[in-house]
């Protein structure tokens, strides 16, 4: 059974850094591309960056080139999110995806 377990987000103020977490469980997690998006009430859910396997090649949203990182350790079976300067715009619930599976989400929110 596919687990995604997500884990990082909380209140930081603009300007700030946060790094997610996901724990991924119930499949062979190098053979998988993996991915954040991020979805706010009301709105449709954002591809915010994935991640490929093998080399690990990297696409990124336009909103969040230069400010966030994502990256696997295969070793530990997690999937990181590295955010900096973050903005209000970038509150959102944050979700690690595999395929059309996704986890609980974790909540980021950016405001002073």
């Known amino acids: 059974q596919v687990q995604l377990v997500e884990s990082g987000g909380g209140l930081v103020q603009p300007g700030g850094s946060l790094r997610l977490s996901c724990a991924a469980s119930?499949?062979?997690?190098?053979?998988?591309?993996m991915a954040w998006y991020r979805q706010v009430p009301g709105k449709e859910c954002e591809l915010v960056a994935e991640i490929s396997t093998g080399r690990g090649s990297t696409k990124y949203a336009d909103s969040v080139k230069g400010r966030f990182t994502i990256s696997r350790d295969n070793a530990k079976n997690t999937l990181y999110l590295h955010m900096t300067s973050l903005q209000p715009e970038d509150t959102a619930m944050y979700y690690c995806?595999?395929?059309?599976?996704r986890g609980q989400g974790t909540q980021v929110t950016v405001s002073s």
């Open positions: 995806h595999k395929d059309n599976t």
């Open positions: 119930g499949f062979t997690f190098t053979g998988y591309a």
